[in-house]
């Protein structure tokens, strides 16, 4: 909407809303920025952090309904947009760790993104838990991670 169309009176907009997907859930309904570690680092890569570190642990639930799990899904995904992560960051569905690490990133300081596979039977039906963690690495590892989505795949 331009200043020109707002002085000539009301602007009307057709535009389309994709229907919601039951095969991506979004941890987040309104992705906020999230800062693990302990505010002690330097270096470029992490020199546009953009909030404090909220502490070491990062816990969310996210529901499942049974049509979302085996038979109806084959295969699992956790994606998420990170920066700055660089030692073995450990992320957990429902207290089981994940075999991938959360441990690259975009050298020049930038968001990237991490996609990681698990088990599908990992998930159940109501409730799952989500843990991302920092760790150390001669400190505490600080990085920032938004965005963060489960995958469901046929």
Do not use: C
Not at 15 to 31: S, T, W, Y
Not at 56 to 63: C, D, K, L, S
Not at 70 to 85: D, E, F, H, S, T
Not at 89 to 110: H, K, Y
Request: net charge negative.
């Amino acid at each position: 909407v331009t200043s020109d169309e707002l002085k000539r009176g009301t602007v009307t907009r057709d535009f389309h809303l994709d229907p919601m997907r039951h095969d991506v859930i979004a941890i987040e309904a309104v992705p906020e920025v999230h800062h693990l570690g302990n505010d002690r680092f330097d270096g470029r890569i992490n020199s546009r952090f953009q909030r404090k570190a909220e502490g070491t642990i990062y816990r969310a639930q996210f529901e499942l309904a049974a049509d979302q799990l085996p038979p109806y899904v084959q295969r699992a995904q956790i994606v998420l947009m990170v920066k700055g992560a660089q030692v073995r960051n450990e992320i957990r569905i429902n207290g089981n760790r994940l075999e991938r690490f959360l441990d690259t990133a975009p050298r020049d300081g930038s968001f990237g993104e991490f996609l990681a596979e698990f088990p599908v039977d990992w998930l159940h039906e109501g409730a799952n838990t989500l843990q991302i963690k920092s760790v150390r690495g001669g400190d505490l590892d600080d990085f920032e991670f938004v965005n963060v989505r489960i995958l469901l795949k046929r």
